[in-house]
């Protein structure tokens, strides 16, 4: 049985964790499209699998975020990631098998996986 | 939308894009195959000539296009079963949607994945106070995000992947002791006619 316990225990850990986060100045952003067509498209799954891995990974310079409606309906569900003092990368028409090759080759190796980006797509 | 934890997690973003501190969801199944889903808020509210339009799938708050499926689409999976959509909303003192579905229905869509759906509202949302209830002839689930943040305090967020995982976790055991299976398949062809 999960127990708020283990909430206390996940505290601790995270906090450790929080202390080396605040120094680092390479942290990085993926934003998944949760809008109306993006939820409808499989975003959920997406987004579940980023956390997932992220956190299987332990990466602790990663932010996940949700926002609204990107703009390109037909392509969702849509990720975006921003690597500071890089271009912005568009990954569109995910699916939650597509993930682990984008936490590993970009978010810890800084090299796009460009089949899956918005500019294979078009 | 194929499950109904996904239009959960869709109207329930309409609160937060509202402002709201606090969102309340109750989810109550009664021994007749009634579910009723209910989505409260704090946030802005509407004005009633908005909120006389806001299930017309040509209204939307969004200003990039003249469309909004959210609303429409609930409101058709609600009446495709027997039930019904009501929205009460005051401006200045928050929204209440109330959404009745017969489960055993054949047009009814599963539940889906609830504990999924909630533990990604509260990641997308993680200073937002949430209070979720889904209650079932066999039990309940439950979860206040207030109860968490005691444990948590203000240095670790909601939105952390691990605490989104134990969320989910959590809820999911709950969940499991308190499902009710109303698929139409469990119940006989005379009661879905």
Same mark, same amino acid.
């Not at chain 2, 017969?102 to 054949?106: G, N």
């Not at chain 2, 499902?179 to 119940?187: K, L, Q």
């Given at each position: 049985m999960k127990s708020l316990e283990e909430l206390k225990a996940i505290r601790e850990k995270m906090k450790r964790q929080m202390d080396l986060r605040e120094d680092n100045e390479s942290n990085i952003r993926v934003v998944v499209g949760m809008a109306t067509c993006g939820i409808a498209a499989g975003a959920r799954p997406v987004m579940t699998a980023f956390l997932d891995e992220i956190n299987r990974r332990g990466l602790t310079n990663v932010t996940v975020s949700q926002t609204g409606c990107i703009g390109v309906c037909r392509l969702e569900p849509v990720a975006e990631v921003f690597v500071p003092g890089e271009e912005k990368v568009t990954y569109v028409r995910?699916?939650?098998?597509m993930v682990p090759a984008i936490v590993e080759q970009?978010? =810890?190796?800084?090299?796009? =996986?460009? #089949?899956?980006?918005i500019g294979a797509a078009e | 939308m194929k499950e109904l934890s996904l239009h959960l997690l869709d109207v329930a973003k309409n609160s937060v894009a509202a402002g709201a501190k606090h969102v309340s969801i109750t989810l109550d199944e009664d021994g007749d195959g009634w579910l009723t889903i209910a989505i409260a808020d704090d946030g802005r509210g509407m004005a009633p000539e908005f909120l006389a339009q806001v299930? #017309?799938?040509?209204?939307?708050?969004?200003?990039?296009?003249?469309?909004?499926?959210g609303l429409p689409l609930l409101r058709l999976t609600a009446e495709q079963t027997g039930g019904s959509l009501s929205i009460d909303s005051t401006l200045g003192v928050g929204t209440t949607l109330t959404a009745r579905f017969?489960?055993?229905?054949?047009d009814c869509p599963p539940l889906g994945d609830l504990p999924g759906a909630v533990a990604l509202l509260i990641q997308g949302s993680p200073d937002m106070e949430l209070t979720y209830r889904h209650t079932t002839p066999r039990g309940e689930a439950a979860l206040s995000t207030a109860e968490l943040r005691d444990i948590l305090g203000d240095d670790v967020s909601l939105a952390e992947p691990e605490v989104f995982a134990w969320i989910q976790d959590y809820l999911t055991e709950q969940e499991n002791e308190a499902? =009710? #299976?109303?698929?139409?398949?469990?119940?006989s062809e005379g009661e879905v006619q």
């Open positions: 995910l699916r939650p098998e970009h978010l =810890v190796n800084h090299s796009v =996986v460009q #089949d899956y980006t | 299930t #017309d799938p040509f209204t939307t708050t969004r200003t990039t296009r003249k469309v909004g499926l017969q489960r055993r229905h054949l499902a =009710v #299976d109303a698929s139409p398949a469990a119940v």
